[in-house]
């Protein structure tokens, strides 16, 4: 029972690179979120979607961009890379069941740009 | 703009205490309320939710207590216990769509 799984767990980026954070779910889980994770600052929604083709931004879209061209997966792209993209981040997924729903978190991936 | 207002940042609790977390909301369209718990190193976990048709929920050590009238709700942990240190998220959701709000956190760490 994977749930969710990110990779990679730890990355250093220079500026001006870019990379992307892999996300999958195992649970047919319909609703799709990326949250970045910053000390004091709580969790902040990147993008989120509702299902396979559908994406929408969140609070701080600036600088990502998402894909989802299947249930299971839903990767996040950074163009680009700054240190204020230095962050932890986490994928998270649940059913489509309004105003109730569990979110189940991925272990995090931790993102360092120098 | 902060959503949801979570205090106090950090708390430190002697074994066996009452460790509680304060949370205040806005948007009156919020009617989901969950607290999350995320140990060093790893996703966040659902704890214990509550939605505002009842004013407290309890499960096991871990209450919230729900003020609709005030906007706010509250987790309490009653005998604490070193096992709970961790960080502690409050949330909100709409009554309509998936989106999920998250306070700034709390880091609590019970002394043995």
């Known amino acids: 029972n994977a749930g969710v799984t990110q990779t990679p767990k730890f990355r250093i980026l220079k500026i001006g690179q870019s990379m992307t954070l892999q996300c999958t779910q195992d649970m047919n889980h319909n609703y799709m979120y990326w949250y970045r994770q910053d000390p004091g600052m709580g969790l902040k929604l990147i993008y989120y979607?509702?299902?396979?083709?559908?994406?929408d931004k969140g609070e701080v879209p600036n600088g990502y961009n998402v894909s989802r061209s299947t249930t299971e997966d839903f990767p996040l792209r950074l163009e680009l890379a700054a240190p204020s993209q230095t962050s932890v981040y986490f994928c998270?997924?649940?059913?489509?069941?309004?105003?109730?729903?569990?979110?189940?978190f991925g272990a995090g991936s931790r993102l360092t740009v120098l | 703009q902060q959503q949801v207002k979570q205090s106090p940042q950090s708390l430190i609790v002697q074994k066996g205490g009452i460790s509680i977390i304060n949370c205040a909301y806005e948007n009156t369209a919020f009617d989901y309320f969950p607290w999350y718990q995320q140990f060093p190193g790893k996703g966040p976990a659902l704890l214990i939710a509550?939605?505002?048709?009842?004013s407290e929920k309890k499960e096991g050590r871990f209450t919230i207590s729900f003020n609709k009238s005030a906007k706010q709700f509250s987790l309490h942990i009653m005998d604490s216990q070193p096992g709970d240190s961790a960080t502690y998220f409050c949330a909100a959701s709409p009554n309509t769509g998936n989106q999920f709000y998250f306070g700034t956190g709390t880091s609590l760490t019970v002394i043995p």
């Open positions: 979607s509702v299902g396979a083709g559908i994406t």
């Open positions: 509550i939605r505002p048709d009842v």
């Open positions: 998270a997924s649940t059913e489509a069941n309004a105003g109730a729903n569990v979110l189940t």
